[in-house]
């Protein structure tokens, strides 16, 4: 029988409620819809969207697609759904978005049918600062007209058992970060930008705007910058610099969160046939980091 939730203080009690889970891979399709990626064109501010009907769709964007919209009553107190396939059966799980890797052998076309097979790469407890730690990786290979265009792991990280919240950081100046990289994109994230963009991706974490539970429930001192998002801004940078080369392959990882209102920067630094990507904001040099391979 599974330790109680005040017991979970080593990987071994993480290990506990995982011993019987191993959910079975899962496949779905989406017919990739223009009105997305016109949606985040808007939120980003770009001219015009960023892909018509038939056009590759940017690296990453396909994060828009294959979205999961459980019943309402299905939400836990965090907003995320209480249930799921390839969610740990941990008590009170609190969830941060660790990393990941793409490789892209052609990019998914706007406008053509997709399909998904969805399944779990990994599972592994480690003690980190806070206490234990679970570290799931979801992997996922995307299909379109019987090719397999990419394949994607993400890495998350669940911490069980929710206890006084802890202080996360604080909110930086509204000042620029101080930076000579050569791709340069400054953005200042509104909780407005993170409504819509929660609302594209169907992300229901109430870090990204509820204020109150932020502080109270979670310790942080603003509404917290998508990771997701934070990748997408940094792949926005070889996309608008680099528009005759294709990103091959991705990999990156987000370190310290960032806070709406803060002022802060994509930067990227080319380097023949790569780039190193990272978010600078006036407090931290890398929130967050990407290493891009083009082809």
């Known amino acids: 029988m599974p330790p109680a939730p005040s017991?979970?203080?080593?990987?071994?009690?993480?290990?506990?409620?995982?011993?019987s889970w191993a959910p079975a891979p899962v496949g779905d399709e989406d017919p990739l819809h223009a009105g997305p990626v016109a949606a985040l064109s808007a939120v980003l501010d770009l001219p015009g969207s960023?892909?018509?009907?038939?056009?590759?769709i940017p690296p990453m964007w396909h994060w828009l697609y294959f979205l999961n919209w459980p019943a309402h009553g299905e939400?836990?107190?965090?907003?995320?759904?209480?249930?799921?396939?390839?969610?740990?059966?941990?008590p009170d799980r609190q969830r941060m978005w660790a990393g990941g890797r793409c490789q892209i052998t052609e990019p998914l076309r706007l406008g053509e049918p997709a399909e998904r097979v969805s399944s779990l790469r990994s599972v592994a407890s480690k003690h980190g600062r806070t206490g234990?730690?679970?570290?799931?990786?979801?992997?996922?290979?995307?299909?379109?007209?019987?090719?397999?265009?990419?394949?994607?792991?993400?890495?998350i990280v669940y911490r069980s058992g929710r206890g006084p919240a802890q202080r996360h950081g604080e909110i930086g100046d509204s000042d620029l970060?101080?930076?000579?990289?050569?791709?340069?994109?400054?953005?200042?994230?509104?909780?407005?930008?993170?409504?819509?963009?929660?609302?594209?991706?169907?992300?229901?974490?109430?870090?990204?705007y509820d204020a109150p539970y932020c502080l109270d429930d979670e310790g942080y001192p603003g509404l917290?910058?998508?990771?997701?998002?934070?990748?997408?801004?940094?792949?926005?940078?070889?996309?608008?610099?680099?528009?005759?080369?294709?990103?091959?392959?991705?990999?990156y990882r987000i370190r310290r969160p960032v806070f709406a209102g803060e002022c802060l920067s994509a930067c990227g630094t080319p380097a023949g046939g790569d780039a190193r990507l990272s978010i600078a904001t006036g407090r931290e040099a890398e929130h967050a980091t990407a290493e891009v391979t083009f082809g």
């Open 177 to 208: 970060p101080r930076t000579d990289s050569p791709w340069q994109l400054p953005l200042r994230p509104d909780p407005t930008l993170l409504f819509r963009f929660s609302a594209l991706t169907a992300n229901a974490h109430r870090i990204h």
């Open 75 to 90: 939400l836990g107190v965090d907003g995320h759904p209480v249930h799921g396939r390839f969610l740990p059966p941990l």
């Open 132 to 155: 234990a730690l679970l570290f799931v990786t979801e992997r996922r290979e995307f299909r379109q007209g019987g090719r397999t265009c990419l394949v994607e792991e993400q890495d």
């Open 7 to 19: 017991d979970l203080s080593g990987t071994a009690a993480l290990d506990s409620y995982l011993e």
């Open 50 to 56: 960023a892909a018509e009907a038939g056009d590759p």
């Open 224 to 251: 917290v910058v998508h990771g997701p998002l934070l990748v997408l801004l940094m792949l926005e940078l070889p996309r608008r610099h680099a528009p005759g080369k294709h990103v091959r392959s991705l990999s």
